[in-house]
C-alpha cells in the first residue's frame, strides 16, 4: 500500500515538474528570442536561436554617447536612490516598530493615509517646483524615496525580531542607535536586501519622473533616452537622425 | 607713454569693456523653448553647444532648451507645466485638443502682435488663411502654424527586380496589386528555394507625420480605401450629407479588399501586431515584395537593403485604381510644426525676443544653422544645395536639434536632405525625384480640416470600435456579411458617433472646409 502511494506520489511529482519546467520554459522564449534578436547580424531573419552571432548592434548601441551618459546616470540614480531611499526608509520603520514610541499608532495612520490617497500629479509637481528642485537629480531622488509598503513590511519585519535581544543590549549600555547598528540591522539582511532590490528596481524603471523634472537632456537616465532611440525608428522622419549613421551618406 | 598713463588707459579700457558687457548682458533674455526634437537619438546639447552660442550673440537670447518627450508623455508634461503655470515661453504641441484647452484656461497668447516683428517669416509661412483657421479662436490667433515641409513621402515600393524576374507588369489596378501580390508570395522571387517572401507588407500605423490616418486600419491601408473613394475619416463632398466614411458602403468593399489580401496569404501573417520598425526589418531582408513605406525610410534602409540584396531593384507603383477608376494613397494636412507663446512669456514682455529668434531662424544663417549645422564643419553648399560633410554625425544631429524651426520644404532643401543612394554595383537611386514623384502622382487629399475637428470625449474608445472590428473582418475573426457590417454600423450609435459628425460638421463648416 505505502509503496503504491508512494510510486503515485512520485508520478504526481513528475507531472507537476514537467509542467514546471515547461511553464519555465515558455517564460524564458521572450527572453532568450530578444537575446537572439540582439545577436543576430543586422539584416538577417531573426529566430528563436540565432544562426550566426554578431555583437554589432551591441556595438553600434554602444557607440552612442547619448547612451553611454544615461546608463551612467541610471546607475548614479539608482546607487543613490537606494541608499536615501533605505536610509530613510530604515529610520521611519525602526521607531515606529519600538511599542514604546509616544504617538505610534498616529503616524502610522498618517502615513497610511498618504498610501491610500495620493496628492496627484500637479500637487507633487509644485512641491517639487517651489523646492527649487527642478532639473535637480534631488527631485528624482527625494520624491517617493520612502515607499509606504516597503516602510510597513520592513517596520512588521523589525517588529517580529525578539525583544529579549534589545533588552539585553541596553542592559549593557547600548544606545537606540547602537541596538539599531549592532543588533537589528545585522539581523534584518534578508529584508534589507529584499526591500532595497524593489527600491533599486524603481529607480532603474523610472520613466516619467526624469520626463517631467528634468529639463536638460544630459540629465536623463537609460529609460528615456532607450525610449528617443525607439522613438527615432519608429518615425516617418527617420531620415533625418538615423539614415546619416546608418545609411551611406548622400553625396 | 608714463606709466601713469598707461596703467590710466587700461583702466579706461577694462571699464569700456566692462560697459560694453554689461550692456550686452542686459540685453540677453532667457527664453525656454520647448520642442520635439529633431534626432531624439542625438546627444543632448552641451554648454559649449555651437548653435546656443550662435543663437546667442545674434539674437541675444540666451536659450534653454527642453526635449519634449512624444505622445501622451510630452502631453502630460505639458498640461503638468500648465497647471502649474510654468508653461516654457515658446513650445510646440502636437496634441491639438491640449492646444484648445490650454487657450479656454487662458495659458498661450495671442501671436497676432509677433507677425510684423518678423516679417519675412509670417511672408514665408503664415500668409494662408485656411492654415491660420486651424490656429484661430474666438477671433484670435493664437498659434503659429508652420506649413508642412514633408508631407506625402509615402508610395507604395515595389520590387523592380521580382517584376522582371516573374515576367509581371507593375499592377495598376487591385486587381493586378492582387496578382503580383500573389506571385511575389508563390513564385520564390528571390530564388532562394523556400516560399518565405510576402507579397505586400504593411502594419496598422496611426502615425499623423506628414499623413493623415483615418478611422480604421490606418496609413499603410488608405491607398485601398482611396481605390473605393472612402480614404480618412470625413466625407467633405458630402455638403448638407456630410459623414464618416465609415458609413458609404464603398467602406465595406473596401475592407472586403484588404480581407482578400488576408486570404490569399500574401502579408506577413503577423501584419496587425507589427510595428513600422518590423516592417522596414522585413523589407530589408528581403521579403517584401511590395511595401508602404516613406522616403525617409528608404534612405535609412538603403544599406541594410543592398547588402542582402545586392541585385535588388526599389521603385514606386502608382497608387493603384479602384473599380470605379478612384485612386489616392491617402490623406495628408497642409500643416506642420506648431508654435505656441506662453502668456506668461508675453506678459513678461519676451514677445519681441521670441520673433527675433524666430525670424532669425527663418532665413540666412540662422536657417542653414538650425537646419544643417555648422558651415564648413557640418555642410557646404554645392550649387546652392546644401551637402552634409561632416564625419562627426552626432555633434550635427545636436546642432540641428532645432531644425524643425528652420526647415522651409523649398526644393534646395529637399535636395540637400534627399540625395542619390549609390548601389555598389555603379546603380543609383535620385531620392529627391522618388520624393516628387510620390507627391504627385499619388492623388493625395488634403485634409487638414481634421485638425479642426474636436475630439469626442469617448473618442479613444470609437478609434478602439472602429479599428478592432476591422481587424476583426479582415482577419476572419468576424464574418464579413450583412449582418455582421450592420451590426458593426449600428455599433457606432452606442458610441454617440452622431454626436461626434455633428461637432465635427459644424467645425468644419466654421472653418470653411466644406459647404
Redesign the interface.
Known sequence: MTRVRRQNDRAFDRTVNAFLIAVLLATLIPLVYVVSVSLTP?????SLLPRAVSFNAYEELLR???LI?ALGNSVFLTLSGVLISMILTVCTAYPLSRPDLPGRKFLTGVILFTFLFSAG??PL??VI?DLNLLNTYWALLLHGAVSVYNLLVMKNFFQNLPESLEEAAKIDGASDLQVLWHIVLPLSKPILLTIGLFYAVTQWNS??EP??YL????M?PLP??L????????????????????????? | MTHLTRTTARTLALVTLSALLGAHAQKATDLSVALYAANPEAPAPTAGWDTGEVIRARTGVNLKFTMLPTGADGDNKLGSLAAANDLPDLFEIRNRNLFYQLIRQGQVAPVSSLLPQMPQRTKARYGNAMRNGLVNENGQMYGLQEPATLSRQYGIMVRQDWLEKLNLKTPTTLDEFLNVARAFTERDPDGNGRKDTFGYCGVIDFDTAGILPGLGLGNHFQWVYGAYGVPGTWNYRAGAAFAANVRNPNYRKATEYVRKLVDARVMDPDWATMKRSDLRNRWQQGKCGLFFESVGGLIAGFKNFEANNPKGDLRFVPVPKGPSGSRSMGTFANAGTLLVVSKKAMDAGKGPAIAKFLEWAHSGEGYFQLAFGKKGTDYTLVGGVPTVTTTNVNGRLTNTQLRFLALNGQAAELKGRYGTLKFSDGRSVNVYNLLMDTRRNNNWIDRSGDLVVPAAPNQADIDRYVSESLVQFVLGQRPLNDGNWKSFTDGLNGLNFAGYEKNAYAALKAGGFVK
Open positions: 543586422l539584416g538577417q531573419t531573426t552612442q554617447p547619448a551618459r500629479l500637479i509637481y509644485l517646483r520613466f516619467f520626463v517631467l529639463s536638460d537632456a544630459r536623463m528615456v533616452v525610449r528617443d532611440i525607439l522613438t527615432g525608428l519608429n518615425s516617418a522622419e527617420y531620415v533625418e537622425s538615423a539614415a546619416t549613421t546608418t545609411a551611406p551618406r548622400t553625396p
